[in-house]
Every structure is written in structure tokens, then in C-alpha cells.
């Protein structure tokens, strides 16, 4: 990326400081998903963060699966999961990890804090445990299991392995202090019963360790030094030390905290997105209307684009949204240089030229990009009839149209000058084709310059067009409304998707394959579709208009 970066995150300071203070020597960090959903854009920052800051750093980045709860865990999530996290650009190599592999360790783990009297086996059913708790005003009552002897403790918790107990009728919980002002440290439970087929460990295991006892285990197992995770977890990084600490790593990892990315407007919540798939509102999880990163990907959205916009929204511990403005500049801009500008036309109106020859076709040279002469020119067939966006003409024009109307004159982008001689219609008195008369002395190229045109429009050769779809998208929720309604339901917007059956491309479309992207000359960036698109029979996702009044906030 061409900006330099300007001042370090506050993570980053931290880190420095660890390694000049001799905390540690050197930074491992981690994603931990948990396979139970497909990752979106959120997840894309935490991912470029953690292998950003150990590619930074010089350390390791790993990919370590968070799947200790078999009940929403599925393979399917495991792959699309490492291919997202792969196409982002974070490299992980060969270091992909599941936290279900070390379940014994974590068996271990619990055996000596039960050995050291830190953790004991609690009868109480899970409302009883709920009610000694307590609240933030009053302080939790200790369960009167907690003074239980090591060698009852270690018994029955051997015993809870051994599948001789039923779901919910004993737990494992860590003896902390039930006074705390923290409800987290207020004797948490550690293990649970569940006897549950589990998608990596099968039936191994009927005893699970909840995500506080595991997480800062798997962390401490694989050498992590910074352990990054989002706000939320603030309030849980007590009991990650007292995890660590208990179970006596060596250089035990640190965990930091910084806020979600929040994108306006957009649904990322699992359940929502599940609705909208059942509901048949969207196509599946990569719907390009959605933003998990199957869905920026099948959009046109590349990784590139991502890495940027993830880059402009910072690393902060303050909560805020994003406007969805700021991912759409970050693609433009990533795909302004870099891919074609074509021709292609949305809403085609056959234009024919009445003066000239009729069978004749010739060939137009048109650079690829205006603004990158790298990307060289093509030739564009040229004949008698044309297809012209409907919306460049007007037999009733208003003030201010500078485009096709009876009389009028406007320039074809790199062919000639036309004037607007007569038009077609049909029964109902609708305009079916324009008429038109050339100029041939107003070659592009040919350095004319008896007269000049206000209006330049592009146009498709009509004997050697591509017949193609686009789809164009709106956002699928309903901005002025807000996302949700009174109760809670998603306010859709019902002009999200609008499919153009009938769209006319430049003969050199052939051969477009899935993810190719292109400038659409005035109509925006488009990229082929990964699922529906054939070679004969093309479908385009708009990825996004050519133009907004996003500004790139100072500073
Ligand atoms: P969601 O509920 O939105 O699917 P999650 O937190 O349940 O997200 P996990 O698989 O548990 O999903 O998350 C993996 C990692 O991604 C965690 O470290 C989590 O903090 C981080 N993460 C999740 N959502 C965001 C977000 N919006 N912004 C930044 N990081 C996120
Ligand atoms: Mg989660």
C-alpha cells in the first residue's frame, strides 16, 4: 500500500514495551474462530491484526480453531473458515490448530488446580449456581460443595469423565473467591458434562472445559505471547491470569482487548443471517449482499481492498461503526489501476447509423485504461447498429441533457460524432430504436475540431455483442428506517437486488472467468459471478458505482 503508516496503535505499544522490558522475547499471535458460522468482515480485521502484528514483529501467526463446544461446531465451517482466512493474505503456513487436540492437557490442567484445592466438584444445579452468584450489588454465596476434600474432588471428577454422571448434574468449578467484585472470578465453572459426539475428538469426551478455562490453555500451550481479543472479554482477563497462573505456564500469554469493527447498516449477527437464508432472501451465505467474506469475495471485493480498509479503520478500544461508504472507496481505489475499463451496456436501445454502410464493420483502437497506459488498448468492432444505454436519450429532453435527442448531436466514446435523426417505436408508443446519422469526418483520433459535442455515451457493437446478466445491489437493509424494526425484525429493503437479464457486452468479454473484474464504463466495477456465471452465458455482480461523496476522514 502506498501511505506510510503514520503512528503506531496502541497495541503495538505494548507490545514494544513487553519486548523491551524482557517480558518476552519474541510475538506469537493467534485467530481463534469458533467453526460454527462463516467469518465476515469483523472477523477480517481480527484476522489482518494478529498476523499483521507477527509478520511485524517477526513472530508466528496461527490459526487455532475454538472448538470446545460441540453442540454448534461443524466441519463445513472448518474449511470455509481456513479458505477465507488463506484468501485474506494471513499467512498461517502449515500452523492450523484445533483446541479440541488438547483436551487432555486441559484435563490435566484441571486435575492440579483440583490438587492444589483450586477447583472443586459443585452439585448445585445450574439455576442454583446462577442464584448464589449474586449481581453487582450483592456479593455471591459460596456453594456448600466447596469444601470438599482434594481426594473427593479428584474422584468425582475422574468419575464425571468416566461418563458415570448425567448433562448438568455436577460441574467443575474454579475456587476463587466469591466476594469478588468481579462476577467472573466468583467461582467459575471450568468443566461441564455433556455427552456429545464431538466433530474432531467424537466420543471420546462427556466432560467439556468452557471457553475461560480453555482459551487462555490453548494460548498458553501454543507459546502466545499477545493474546487479542475483543472488548468484551475486558471483564474476563482476571480469570485468563488466574487460568495462567494456576496452571503454571512458563511465559504465560497476555491477553489485550480492542473494540469490534461495527460497519452502519450492515447485518453481520449470525442469527439474522441464518433467518435470511431460510427465509430465501438471500442466496446462501455468500449472498453478495452480505458481508462474510465469502460475500466480499463472490462480490468483487479483493484482499487487497480488505487489507486497506481495515488499515483506514485504526485499532482502537473505543466502540464505534464504520460507514460501508469507506469499504466501497477502499475497492475502487484498489481496482482503478489495476482492471480494464469495457464497455458494456445495462439497459440496451438499439442505435442504428442511417449513413453508414450497411455490412461493413471496423475496428476502433480503445486503451484498456485511460489512467494506466500499462494495461494497452484493444480494437472495438464498429458497424451499423449499436446499443446505446436507454437513458442517453430522450425525445422530450429537460434543461441541462446533453445526450441523444431528435436534432441533437453527441459524441460515441472513440468512434464518431452522430446527430439524432428519427426513432422507432412500437404499438404502445414506446421507443424500440434510435436513428442516427454519422459524421465521418469526426473520427476519434483524427484531430476534428470543426464543432464541439456536450455529450459523449458509450455504445456495444450489436452483431458482435455478449448477452450477459448483471445484478445490481442495493443495501438489504433499509437505510432510512435503520436496521432493525420496533420488534426487533430486520427492516429489508425490497430493492436489494435487481437483476438485468438482458445487458450487452463488448465482444472482448469473452473468455471472462469467476472473480474477474472490470471497469463498466459509467456504470461502475463489476465482477464475474463465482456460482452462477457459464462461458456462454455470463452473470455480473456490481461490486460498486463509479462514483460517491464518501471523503476518506483526515488525519
Ligand atoms: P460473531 O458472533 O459476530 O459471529 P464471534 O465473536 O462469535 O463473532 P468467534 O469465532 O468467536 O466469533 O470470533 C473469533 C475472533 O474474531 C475473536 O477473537 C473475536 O473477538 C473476533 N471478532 C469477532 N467479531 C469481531 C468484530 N466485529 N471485529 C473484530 N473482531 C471480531
Ligand atoms: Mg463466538
Same mark, same amino acid.
Request: net charge negative; aromatic share 2%; glycine share 10%.
Given at each position: 500500500m502506498s501511505e506510510e503508516k503514520i503512528e503506531r496503535n496502541f497495541i503495538e505499544m505494548e507490545i514494544d514495551k513487553d519486548l523491551a522490558n524482557g517480558t518476552y522475547s519474541h510475538v506469537q499471535t493467534r485467530f481463534p474462530p469458533e467453526p460454527n458460522g462463516y467469518l465476515h468482515i469483523g472477523h477480517a480485521k481480527s484476522i489482518l491484526l494478529n498476523a499483521g502484528l507477527a509478520k511485524e514483529y517477526g513472530g508466528k501467526f496461527n490459526l487455532r480453531y475454538d472448538d470446545t463446544n460441540p453442540t454448534k461446531e461443524k466441519w463445513e465451517f472448518v474449511e470455509s473458515i481456513r479458505e477465507d482466512v488463506e484468501w485474506l493474505g494471513a499467512s498461517f503456513e502449515d500452523r492450523v490448530f484445533f483446541a479440541s487436540d488438547y483436551f487432555d492437557e486441559m484435563y490435566e490442567c484441571a486435575l492440579k488446580l483440583i490438587d492444589k484445592g483450586k477447583a472443586f466438584v459443585c452439585d448445585l444445579s445450574a439455576d442454583e449456581i446462577r442464584a448464589y452468584r449474586g449481581d453487582f450489588t450483592t456479593p455471591g454465596k459460596e456453594s456448600p460443595y466447596r469444601n470438599r476434600s482434594v481426594e473427593e474432588n479428584r474422584r468425582l471428577f475422574e468419575e464425571m469423565k468416566a461418563g458415570m454422571y448425567e448433562d448438568g448434574s455436577r460441574v467443575l468449578r474454579a475456587k476463587i473467591d466469591m466476594s469478588s467484585p468481579n462476577i467472573n472470578m466468583r467461582d467459575p465453572v471450568i468443566y461441564?458434562?455433556?455427552?456429545?459426539?464431538?466433530?474432531?475428538?467424537?466420543d471420546k469426551w462427556c466432560i467439556y472445559p468452557m471457553y475461560d478455562f480453555a482459551h487462555p490453555i490453548e494460548d498458553a500451550i501454543e507459546h502466545i505471547t499477545h493474546s487479542i481479543c475483543t472488548l468484551e472479554f475486558e471483564d474476563h482477563r482476571p480469570l485468563y491470569e488466574w487460568v495462567v497462573k494456576e496452571c503454571e505456564f512458563e511465559e504465560p500469554p497476555r491477553q489485550i482487548e480492542f473494540a469490534k469493527l461495527y460497519l452502519t447498516n450492515v447485518i453481520t449477527g449470525k442469527r439474522y443471517i441464518k433467518k435470511l437464508v431460510e427465509d430465501g432472501i438471500v442466496d446462501g451465505w455468500d449472498d453478495p449482499r452480505l458481508v462474510s467474506i465469502a460475500a466480499l469475495r463472490r462480490r468483487g471485493y479483493t484482499p487487497e481492498s480488505i487489507q486497506r480498509f481495515v488499515e483506514l479503520c485504526g485499532v482502537s478500544k473505543a466502540n464505534s461503526s464504520v460507514d460501508y461508504a469507506m469499504l466501497e472507496y477502499c475497492i475502487r481505489e484498489d481496482l482503478k489501476l489495476k482492471r480494464p475499463r469495457m464497455m458494456a451496456i445495462l439497459h440496451p436501445l438499439k442505435l442504428i447509423i442511417d449513413n453508414y454502410p450497411e455490412?461493413?464493420?471496423?475496428?476502433?483502437?480503445?486503451? &484498456? &485504461?485511460?489512467?494506466?497506459?500499462?494495461?494497452?488498448?484493444?480494437?472495438?468492432p464498429f458497424s451499423r447498429e449499436l446499443w446505446i444505454e436507454e437513458e442517453d436519450f430522450m425525445e422530450v429532453p429537460p434543461k441541462k441533457y446533453f445526450r441523444l435527442f431528435p436534432g441533437n448531436e453527441v459524441r460515441l466514446m472513440g468512434a464518431y460524432f452522430v446527430t439524432c435523426v428519427g426513432v422507432e417505436k412500437d404499438a404502445d408508443g414506446n421507443v424500440t430504436a434510435v436513428h442516427c446519422t454519422y459524421d465521418p469526418e469526426t473520427k476519434s483520433g483524427s484531430g476534428f475540431s470543426g464543432r464541439k459535442v456536450k455529450g459523449t455515451i458509450h455504445w456495444v457493437n450489436a452483431s458482435t455483442a455478449i448477452e450477459a446478466e448483471c445484478r445490481l445491489y442495493e443495501n438489504i437493509v433499509d437505510?432510512?428506517?435503520?436496521?432493525?424494526?420496533?420488534?426487533?425484525?430486520?427492516?429489508? &429493503?425490497? &430493492?436489494?437486488?435487481?437483476v438485468l437479464k438482458n445487458c450487452k457486452l463488448e465482444p472482448d468479454f469473452c473468455g471472462a472467468r469467476a472473480y474477474d473484474s472490470y471497469q463498466f464504463v459509467r456504470n461502475g466495477y463489476f465482477c464475474v459471478d463465482c456460482k452462477d456465471s457459464r462461458p456462454e452465458a455470463l452473470v455480473f455482480n456490481r461490486i460498486v458505482s463509479l462514483k460517491s461523496s464518501f471523503q476518506l476522514p483526515k488525519g
Open positions: 461441564r458434562i455433556a455427552h456429545m459426539t464431538h466433530q474432531n475428538t467424537g455490412g461493413q464493420t471496423e475496428f476502433l483502437p480503445m486503451p &484498456n &485504461n485511460l489512467e494506466n497506459p500499462d494495461l494497452g488498448e484493444r480494437e472495438l437505510e432510512e428506517r435503520g436496521k432493525l424494526d420496533a420488534e426487533g425484525k430486520l427492516n429489508l &429493503n425490497p &430493492n436489494s437486488l435487481t
